[in-house]
């Protein structure tokens, strides 16, 4: 891996941390920043997709929820498209509630490079586990 790339792995961990951590602090306007205007998510929990205002809704309800802890998700790789400018993060997730059994699996974004940063453009999230 060149050294340009090493960095740009890390920025996109970084911002994986971020959404991470946006998550645990219901701070729904730095997910709003993380997600690119044209998002899409095949969640776990639908056989439906969801835009960046859907999603941006079920994390607002999943929020107003009492029992809702968290969802974390630990990136496995990532790989770049030939010119640097896209990523795909593969990885596994895990999504806990108070008095229900933790939800898990694994989970694959792609990433695009624009001009400030990177952005989280799609994912998709597939239930092993609860």
């Given at each position: 891996?060149?050294?340009?790339?090493?960095?740009?792995e890390?920025?996109?961990r970084?911002?994986?941390?971020?959404?991470?951590?946006?998550?645990?602090?219901?701070?729904?306007?730095?997910?709003?920043?993380?997600l690119?205007?044209?998002?899409?998510?095949m969640p776990?929990?639908s056989?439906r997709?969801?835009d960046?205002p859907?999603?941006?809704?079920?994390?607002?309800?999943?929020?107003?929820d009492?029992?809702?802890?968290?969802?974390?998700?630990?990136?496995d790789?990532?790989?770049?498209?030939p010119?640097?400018?896209?990523?795909?993060?593969?990885?596994?997730?895990?999504g806990?509630?108070?008095?229900?059994?933790?939800r898990?699996?694994?989970?694959h974004?792609?990433?695009?490079?624009?001009?400030?940063?990177?952005k989280?453009?799609?994912?998709?999230?597939?239930l092993?586990?609860?």
């Amino acid at each position: 891996m060149t050294d340009m790339a090493a960095q740009q792995e890390a920025k996109i961990r970084q911002a994986r941390s971020a959404f991470n951590d946006a998550l645990i602090a219901k701070d729904l306007p730095v997910i709003d920043a993380l997600l690119q205007a044209d998002y899409a998510v095949m969640p776990s929990f639908s056989a439906r997709c969801f835009d960046k205002p859907g999603i941006l809704d079920v994390y607002r309800n999943y929020f107003a929820d009492p029992a809702f802890i968290t969802f974390d998700r630990t990136p496995d790789s990532v790989v770049f498209g030939p010119d640097g400018k896209r990523a795909a993060e593969t990885g596994r997730w895990r999504g806990s509630w108070r008095g229900q059994p933790d939800r898990a699996g694994i989970y694959h974004a792609a990433w695009l490079l624009t001009d400030r940063d990177w952005k989280l453009t799609k994912e998709s999230y597939v239930l092993l586990e609860g």
